[in-house]
């Protein structure tokens, strides 16, 4: 394939793919780098993430998905890792750069793992205990944690002026004034959700190899979009089992969430 780069490594016969996407820009982060370069304690984050996925010992090679014409970083940016690497550039959603790697995976290949490099930290048990929970018969696997907060479905509507000038005349003096919050950061509640029904979804995600590549191919021709794998799978009507995910795999987003991935190390 064009624009893909491997460094060869022995495989098992009976292999586990990692795929590992950091092809996003990190435009919420605010950094000048893709966020996957971005350095915690000197250590750029799509090495932690390729280092853990290895250090779980279930990983046979990962293949990393690269922002387009930064191929040469993170090659170097995972220099020195002794397992099978493959980098490919990425495309224009998450869902485009997995469905480049899929075209990648080796014919031994039976099991993979779509992790994201923005939870560098999921730790290499959690990794494994999804990957091992993968069988015959279990065909995806995903980590979640319970959630914490209340969750509320919001009105498609935007919220009406003149409650939201309301709201805002209430914020204590010197925090945001009103005109720098943006109107759509404001809504109205339809309904709150039943918060014990709910998880928050985390990465890695480990599926059946023939699975993962049907519900890709599925989603390629009804133009369906989700926002991680298993919504993919769950639409092919394939149980999607949910085992307990880890306040450690944090996801990093925002500059606060990388504050903290910083003190945690
Ligand atoms: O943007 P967000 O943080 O939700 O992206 C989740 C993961 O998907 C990140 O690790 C990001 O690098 C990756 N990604 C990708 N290709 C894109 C967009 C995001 O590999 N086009």
């Not at 780069?5 to 435009?27: C, E, F, N, Q």
């Not at 793992?113 to 930290?121: G, K, M, N, T």
């Not at 959630?147 to 204590?172: C, F, H, K, N, Y």
Request: charged letters at 15%.
């Amino acid at each position: 394939l064009a624009n893909s780069v491997s460094i060869p490594g022995k495989l098992a016969p009976m292999a586990t793919t990692a795929i590992l996407t950091a092809a996003g820009s990190g435009t919420r982060l605010g950094a000048k780098l893709p966020k996957a370069l971005v350095l915690i304690n000197g250590v750029p984050i799509v090495r932690v993430a390729a280092e853990n996925l290895f250090a779980s010992g279930v990983v046979d090679d990962v293949i990393v998905t690269v922002p387009p014409g930064f191929m040469d970083q993170f090659t170097a940016a995972l220099d020195g890792i002794e397992q099978p690497l493959t980098f490919i550039e990425g495309g224009e959603r998450r869902q485009d750069s997995i469905a480049n790697a899929l075209r990648l995976l080796l014919p031994q290949c039976n099991k993979v793992l779509v992790h994201d490099a923005a939870r560098p930290f999921a730790p290499p048990e959690l990794i494994a205990a999804v990957a091992n929970a993968v069988t015959a018969q279990v065909k995806a696997v995903i980590p979640g944690l319970p959630v914490v907060d209340t969750i509320v479905q919001t009105t498609s509507e935007p919220a009406p002026p003149d409650r939201a000038v309301a709201w805002l005349g209430e914020l204590p003096a010197g925090t945001s004034p009103a005109g720098t919050v943006p109107k759509t950061d404001i809504a109205v509640l339809a309904r709150t959700l039943d918060r014990a029904a709910l998880r928050a979804v985390q990465t890695p995600q480990g599926f059946d190899r023939e699975t993962l590549v049907s519900a890709y191919q599925n989603a390629m021709e009804t133009g369906l979009t989700a926002t991680d794998d298993a919504g993919l799978v769950a639409a092919l009507g394939v149980p999607v089992t949910i085992i307990p995910g880890s306040p450690v795999a944090l996801k990093i987003t925002t500059p606060t969430d990388l504050a903290v991935a910083r003190l945690e190390r």
